[in-house]
């Protein structure tokens, strides 16, 4: 359970609400099993009940973005340099776009458009809502070189040599082995990067309501969303 829990947040990343859910969920399955079985001693059942107590699911409260998880441009760029070939191009797009490691893991090539003044992908995020996503022309580049080169045809922009998609968990594992080999930082992840680029945005004067809709968050006031810009500038984004 231990395990199942340090799984959920550290490598998953997820919020501490979904963290929740999934033990309390977890636990319930356990007792039932439990009690539909006839082979189990009271001494078992006790052992059992008393370390399902002990795993406390996290407090869904505030939820602060520890300043260790958020990198600088140049902290960025020095792990972009030395990333595995395997995961540079999505991790570029992480870095450049914000979007959940889950919506770029998903994309498919039907979903990259191609347009006159650039490209753009349209992302599936929470709730099955699509938006759409700006994305440079020098990523653009990257993209459609791999695909040429590839020595196996696969719908999904980001692949293996097999044709299945990138696998989330190694990914985050191999992020997080060359950030702490190059930065020297324990806590650097998937979501590090959605992380630095929303506190980028942030930082160079975007406003929060703009910011919300482009990562696909709820919006964190509807009233403030009423008086925000619908639109970020390619300065922004990619400056």
Not at 25 to 31: M, N
Not at 152 to 164: M, P
């Amino acid at each position: 359970m231990d395990d199942f829990k340090g799984y959920l947040e550290k490598e998953l990343e997820l919020a501490p609400q979904t963290v929740a859910t999934s033990i309390y969920s977890l636990k319930g399955a356990i007792r039932t099993l439990i009690e539909r079985s006839s082979d189990l001693s009271l001494k078992q059942i006790f052992f059992i009940e008393r370390k399902l107590k002990s795993i406390k699911p996290p407090r869904p409260a505030t939820r602060v973005i520890p300043k260790e998880k958020i990198l600088s441009e140049k902290e960025i760029q020095r792990l972009l340099d030395h990333l595995p070939r395997s995961v540079f191009s999505v991790c570029t797009l992480l870095k450049e776009s914000g979007i959940r490691v889950s919506e770029a893991l998903n994309l498919k090539w039907k979903d990259l458009k191609q347009h006159s003044n650039g490209a753009t992908l349209e992302v599936m995020g929470k709730g099955d809502i699509f938006r759409t996503i700006r994305i440079s022309f020098e990523l653009l580049e990257l993209l459609l070189h791999e695909r040429e080169t590839r020595e196996v045809e696969s719908d999904y922009i980001f692949a293996t040599k097999s044709g299945k998609p990138l696998s989330r968990t190694n990914l985050h594992k191999t992020i997080h082995r060359y950030g702490k080999k190059i930065l020297l930082k324990e806590n650097v992840g998937c979501h590090t990067f959605r992380h630095s680029f929303a506190t980028r945005l942030l930082k160079n004067g975007a406003d929060v309501g703009s910011v919300s809709r482009y990562l696909g968050h709820a919006s964190p006031a509807t009233t403030l969303s009423f008086y925000c810009h619908n639109q970020l500038s390619d300065e922004q984004l990619f400056g």
